[in-house]
């Protein structure tokens, strides 16, 4: 099995900055992609950004330019660096990462528990 566990989330005034952070552990022998997700009230799921092993990166229009999206290999952790933070942010970031248990094993999803991101003044 594998887990993510988020951290980083809190409540910031329009403009400011948060980071967060999500580490996996467990039985990983590769992890292919991680992912930051958002789910704000009454909306569904969306991809915030990606990044594959390889590094490359891709993020939702609403943030580019204001979040950044990296990793640590080694540790196995994926960081989303956000700032010039809107109301419009506001929402329950999720943590997801596509883990290969073994070298011939398959692909499978996993997601954080979620960390609360609040922007208001």
């Known amino acids: 099995q594998v887990q993510l566990v988020e951290s980083g989330g809190g409540l910031v005034q329009p403009g400011g900055s948060l980071r967060l952070s999500c580490a996996a552990s467990g039985s990983i022998f590769s992890i292919d992609a991680m992912a930051w997700y958002r789910q704000a009230p009454g909306k569904q799921r969306e991809l915030v950004a990606t990044?594959?092993?390889?590094?490359?990166?891709v993020y939702t229009d609403s943030v580019k330019g204001r979040f950044t999206i990296s990793k640590d290999n080694a540790k196995n952790t994926v960081y989303l660096q956000m700032n010039s933070l809107k109301p419009e942010d506001t929402a329950v970031y999720y943590c997801?990462?596509?883990?290969?248990?073994?070298?011939?094993?398959?692909?499978?999803?996993?997601w954080g528990q979620g960390t609360q991101v609040t922007v208001s003044s």
């Open positions: 990044i594959i092993s390889g590094g490359s990166t």
């Open positions: 997801n990462a596509d883990v290969r248990g073994s070298w011939h094993g398959p692909k499978k999803p996993y």
